[in-house]
């Protein structure tokens, strides 16, 4: 059965400095792995995904994430954090046209 | 091109009650899946269709539960006889039919009194 682990239930940031969101993930065979941010209250925005080829994606926002199978991970970065990225952050994983499995979500906080 | 639509955004409910949940996908996609997340916690599965059919309900409740995305309309998602364990929001997403990056809508936000 496919599952997605988010060890880091809250991480608090200064703004400015880099952040580094971790997912490891199971999944049976060639994954796609997906990054969404949700404000409070609000739906899902995708970051950015990754079916194939590059392992190191871009995505919006200045955000990036590496696929790296040799250790099921998918983690997300961004080399300066702005107060308006705190917000939820959830890594997906799914095959094809079925369903995402989500982790459980790393809530991110910005200091001054 | 709007996105996926959902509505209502909040909908309350007393136990007993019956809730229908309604989303229309993004023009041109086909798919449409339905998660729930409860209060801190991920979203969750629930089921996935394509139009007049399901494709995967397992993640379900079997009872009081049901789901459908006719030929023509929303697809709609619904409760019947809530409990107060059914509060959560519920986001309904879609996807085309080349490859599974799914747009999510705003959500419905249910609250069982």
């Known amino acids: 059965a496919q599952s997605v682990t988010q060890p880091d239930i809250h991480i608090t940031v200064s703004e400015g400095a880099s952040l580094e969101l971790r997912c490891n993930y199971s999944?049976?065979?060639?994954?796609?792995l997906f990054w969404y941010v949700q404000s409070p209250g609000q739906g899902l925005q995708l970051l950015l995904k990754?079916?194939?080829?590059?392992?190191l994606v871009q995505g919006i926002k200045g955000f990036e994430a590496e696929f790296k199978r040799s250790q099921s991970s998918f983690n997300l970065r961004k080399p300066s954090v702005h107060w308006s990225d705190a917000a939820e952050y959830f890594c997906a994983v799914g095959g094809g046209n079925e369903k995402l499995t989500f982790g459980t979500g790393t809530r991110l906080t910005i200091i001054p | 091109n709007a996105g996926v639509m959902q509505n209502p955004r909040h909908l309350v409910r007393r136990r007993g009650q019956e809730a229908r949940l309604r989303c229309s996908p993004m023009k041109g996609h086909s798919h449409v899946y339905w998660y729930r997340q409860l209060p801190e916690e991920g979203l969750k599965f629930m089921v996935y269709?394509?139009?007049?059919?399901?494709?995967?309900e397992s993640g379900m409740p079997k009872e009081r539960f049901s789901a459908e995305f006719p030929k023509e309309g929303p697809s709609i998602l619904r409760i019947q006889q809530v409990v107060r364990g059914d509060s959560a929001a519920y986001f309904c997403?879609?996807?085309?039919?080349?490859?599974?990056?799914?747009?999510f809508g705003p959500g419905t936000r249910l609250t069982v009194l």
């Open positions: 997403a879609s996807s085309t039919n080349r490859d599974n990056e799914q747009f």
């Open positions: 990754y079916f194939s080829g590059d392992t």
């Open positions: 269709l394509q139009k007049e059919n399901i494709i995967d």
């Open positions: 999944y049976g065979a060639t994954p796609y």
